[in-house]
């Protein structure tokens, strides 16, 4: 909606992806966030499936703060990107981590219920 806001504003129809430097940020910012978006989804429905839901979900909304805080940051000026988008690249690699974690324990350990218990039992609230 923004990218839309920014082309009425700056009076700049589309296909162009030119023009205004504001718009130009807010343009390359979102188009920045839908290219991770695939990859995104990707790791937290893995890990979410073979890691921990809880654990995923709040890597997962921590993620999707970090891109607003991203995007909210690069539309003002191009440094205002840097501290969410290594915020966000952190993220990913837990989520990679946690996806890894959850794969191996699975499918080459899969007798092993209990090693995969004892990394997730700090993880779970009691009586839940």
């Known amino acids: ?28 910012a979102q188009a920045n966030c839908s290219e991770y978006f ?28 970090s891109r607003l805080k991203y995007f909210q940051g690069y539309t003002v000026a191009a440094q205002g990107r840097l501290g969410p988008l290594y915020a966000s690249a952190w993220l990913l690699w837990v989520l990679v981590g946690m996806a890894l974690a959850g794969l191996l324990a699975h499918f080459l350990w899969p007798s ?9 039992w700090p993880l779970q609230l009691h009586g839940a």
């Open 38 to 65: 695939p990859i995104f989804i990707s790791l937290l429905w893995v890990a979410g499936i073979f890691f921990h839901q809880g654990v995923t979900a709040v890597c997962g909304l921590l993620y999707l703060y």
């Open 1 to 28: 909606m923004q990218v839309i806001y920014a082309r009425r504003k700056y009076k700049i129809s589309p296909p162009e992806t030119s023009g205004h430097p504001e718009f130009e940020r807010t343009f390359r």
């Open 112 to 120: 092993s219920s209990t090693w995969m218990a004892a990394l997730v």
